[in-house]
């Protein structure tokens, strides 16, 4: 083993100082309406003088207004100048920061003849010999260009003057150029960084290592260079030896470089720099341009140009990837297209170098706050930018120590007492064989094992920082890292959510339905209601007034047909006096007409006391039901006797109407002595069983009026009276409408007075009136 070289003077210095002499630059450039970008104005250079034309910078002014600025009210654009050699300097780079702003040019004090858009785009550009301090450049470039724009006037430059001055003095004193460690405020966040790329950062990083051509493309031009910027601020040193960056002919970086004789392990800078750190990625036939314009594509298809790491907003260049990239970044989509099959196989991560990354993806994503992405929520060491970095940094040279301890492997395979007894195998396997054997083949790897000592594996342990084989802890945290880059959490906050709204909507419709519905019930059932007590109201009143109807119409009848009898009784008295009817010559007469003949007692006389009969028939019950004839009667005789004459009868029913006739309840003397019969409403063919109705004197007697259809006079000097004939108790057929004729009782010779007296002649009875007032008592009484 080999130890430290003594100290000696020939070891490159980890931060040069500036170019000697370079006084920061300041310029003033505007797009033209017909001309295009152009440089407007110089601060710093002498009069008369234009370094752009001085140092052939013609592509100045598009690296300062970037494609797509006009859509940002402000932008900023990073970039890289070439500056030729002189007969006293060489060639070197130089690096620019812009800030383009925009405004409407109707708010403009003075509008110059030549501002004819709408608009008005100018940039302020800085030119420095190091980027290392262009974070804090940054503000106040940014400061002063929104000062001069709210100026309204851009014939007044004493501002923009006036920061060139002060670049100047700074440069002067040394303020610009101290050795400090301004790298780590450059870029974007590394916390930013590993959060949005997470595993695919260490893809990244040893992608740089070697050196491909990598291409970015993103629509924000600031967020496009400073992405580059903090990646290759991961490599100690880089951010500090830019020198040979902004060409591929420069290499004056290696021909300053010397090999380092000695080491103070208590200084960080001694300790890189004998590591051989920076790794110079940017040396002979690479470029880095943060922001490449269009127009400098032919510094990159170059024959000269092997690698380059640059950034375009402008999307041609995504048509043209094939030719113009071997792996690019897409940071509008996150994504990393790696297009060349060999770099692919090279960029595999080993399952060390998975579980490294994996370690400060998780320490990362723990100490996140959203207000403060810069910062661990924590407010601790873990997780912070400055752990991010020495995590990187301790990577790195383990790294370097590896592929030493690889090479001495090699080189004494067939000689065991040269291998390290506390390290097994081969530890560059950790980090992948391809992706070694790849490095081996660049660049900055034959620059760096060219400059460094052998046996580097003896200052830092040849070992990955998360050496060892798969285990279930890598498992596990694969997993984890695999569902948090499914981002299921924020798909199911917002499932939930949209769930959540879905269920309060459907829960209010469905409450508004059942209220409603319930609403509807309610109303419903109080129309029903409503309309039940109206319904009830209404048969109540109409009951009412069809009960006193009927109790009008039933006094209103009674009264006729009591009119009606009594007018009968009137006129058979008249009739009585008059022909002296009723007078009995014997005491059976007397008894007879005390039983009830009363005015009809006379009717049928005969000599023999004990079988007098009536001169009409008398109707008697058979057995049958029906009402017939009583045998030997006058009026079935004389019924039978006379044939020939067609006489009207209707059939009557028990219940239906009395046997008795009306002149046998006359001929009582109280005239209401009858007794309650049975009786039905007559139906117009029915025989159905009669309802028995209360009888009374007066409907009897106008009943029996009615019946009696057809009553002659005294024929050949013999009485006829019209009778029932008997019938079965089958229905008649409906009767038709006709006049009846009124009847007319006649007496005949047996029923003469004794004496000879002359018969007064008899006044007809108005028995239509009759029929007509017993049928409208008898419906009314029949409800």
Request: proline share 6%.
């Amino acid at each position: 083993m080999s130890t430290p070289a003594s100290p000696t003077n020939g070891a490159m210095p980890l931060s040069p100082r500036g170019v000697p002499g370079f006084v920061p630059l300041v310029c003033v450039v505007d797009f033209h309406h017909a001309r295009g970008p152009e440089v407007e104005k110089w601060f710093g250079a002498d009069d008369g003088r234009d370094p752009a034309a001085e140092y052939d910078w013609t592509l100045l002014p598009f690296m300062a207004l970037s494609d797509g600025a006009h859509a940002a009210t402000e932008d900023f654009s990073y970039f890289t100048l070439l500056r030729p050699a002189s007969e006293t300097e060489s060639a070197t780079s130089l690096f620019g920061i812009s800030c383009t702003r925009q405004m409407d040019s109707s708010q403009l004090l003075v509008r110059p003849a030549e501002v004819t858009r709408s608009t008005v785009q100018k940039a302020v550009v800085v030119i420095a010999d190091t980027p290392q301090y262009f974070g804090m450049l940054r503000e106040r470039l940014s400061v002063v260009t929104n000062a001069w724009f709210a100026q309204r006037e851009f014939t007044d430059t004493e501002i923009l003057r006036r920061f060139q001055e002060s670049l100047a003095e700074e440069k002067l004193r040394g303020t610009l150029n101290e050795e400090e460690d301004r790298d780590q405020y450059l870029g974007m966040s590394l916390r930013e960084l590993v959060r949005e790329f997470r595993w695919q950062t260490l893809v990244l990083l040893k992608c740089c290592l070697l050196q491909p051509k990598m291409l970015f493309f993103g629509s924000r031009c600031e967020r496009l260079c400073m992405m580059q910027f903090s990646l290759i601020s991961l490599i100690p040193g880089l951010l500090r030896n830019l020198q040979d960056s902004a060409g591929p002919d420069l290499n004056n970086y290696e021909k300053r470089l010397a090999k380092p004789t000695s080491l103070r392990t208590s200084d960080r800078n001694s300790l890189l720099s004998y590591m051989g750190l920076p790794l110079q990625i940017f040396g002979k036939g690479s470029l880095f341009g943060p922001y490449t314009p269009l127009q400098q594509l032919d510094v990159l298809a170059d024959f000269g140009t092997k690698s380059y790491i640059v950034g375009s907003t402008n999307s041609l260049l995504l048509q043209q990837r094939d030719r113009y990239s071997d792996i690019l970044i897409n940071l509008d989509e996150d994504s990393i297209n790696i297009t060349s099959t060999s770099l692919k196989a090279a960029l595999q991560l080993s399952v060390a170098d998975r579980r490294w990354i994996d370690f400060i993806t998780q320490n990362v994503n723990d100490t996140w706050d959203e207000a403060n992405p810069g910062r661990p929520k924590t407010l601790g060491y873990v997780g912070s930018e400055e752990f991010i970095r020495l995590q990187f940094e301790e990577y790195l040279l383990a790294l370097i120590s590896s592929v030493k301890y690889h090479n001495h492997l090699t080189k004494h395979k067939d000689n065991p007492r040269m291998l390290l007894p506390d390290v097994e195998g081969d530890p560059s396997v950790d980090y992948g064989l391809d992706f070694v054997d790849a490095w081996q083949r660049t660049e900055n790897y034959r620059i760096w094992n060219s400059h460094t000592d052998s046996h580097l594996f003896d200052i830092v342990p040849p070992k990955h920082p998360c050496a060892g084989g798969l285990t279930i802890d890598d498992v596990q945290r694969r997993i984890t890292q695999q569902v948090q880059e499914l981002h299921l959490d924020e798909r199911f906050a917002v499932g939930k959510e949209v769930l959540g709204r879905n269920l309060a909507a459907g829960r209010e419709k469905a409450s508004t339905v059942f209220n409603k519905l319930y609403a509807d019930m309610e109303a419903l059932r109080e129309a029903q209601k409503k309309r039940a007590e109206e319904a009830k109201a209404k048969e109540n009143s109409e009951g009412a007034a069809e009960k006193n109807g009927a109790s009008t119409t039933q006094q209103t009848i009674g009264v006729k047909a009591g009119a009606f009898v009594n007018s009968w009784a009137a006129w058979a008295g008249e009739k009585r006096k008059a022909a002296g009817w009723g007078r009995a010559s014997t005491t059976n007469n007397e008894s007879q007409s005390n039983r009830g003949g009363g005015w009809g007692s006379g009717w049928g006389r005969s000599s023999n006391n004990n079988n007098r009969q009536s001169s009409y028939a008398k109707m008697e019950n058979n057995d049958s039901g029906a009402w017939t004839p009583r045998a030997g009667s006058t009026a079935s005789s004389s019924t039978a006797a006379s044939p020939g004459k067609p006489q009207e009868q209707r059939a009557l029913n028990r219940g239906s109407l009395s046997g008795e006739s009306m002149f046998d309840a006359a001929g009582s003397e109280s005239g209401m002595s009858s007794p309650v019969s049975p009786r039905r409403r007559p139906l117009s063919g029915d025989a159905a069983t009669p309802v028995p109705i209360a009888s009374t004197p007066v409907i009897d007697a106008v009943v029996s009026a009615a019946v009696s259809v057809d009553v002659k006079g005294p024929q050949n000097g013999s009485t006829t009276v019209a009778t029932a004939e008997a019938t079965t108790p089958t229905p008649s057929p409906a009767p038709e409408k006709k006049d009846i004729p009124a009847v007319v009782v006649q007496p005949t010779s047996a029923l003469a007075p004794e004496e000879d007296t002359p018969t007064p002649p008899l006044t007809p009875v108005p028995v239509a009136v009759a029929a007509a007032e017993a049928a409208e008592a008898q419906n009314v009484w029949g409800r």
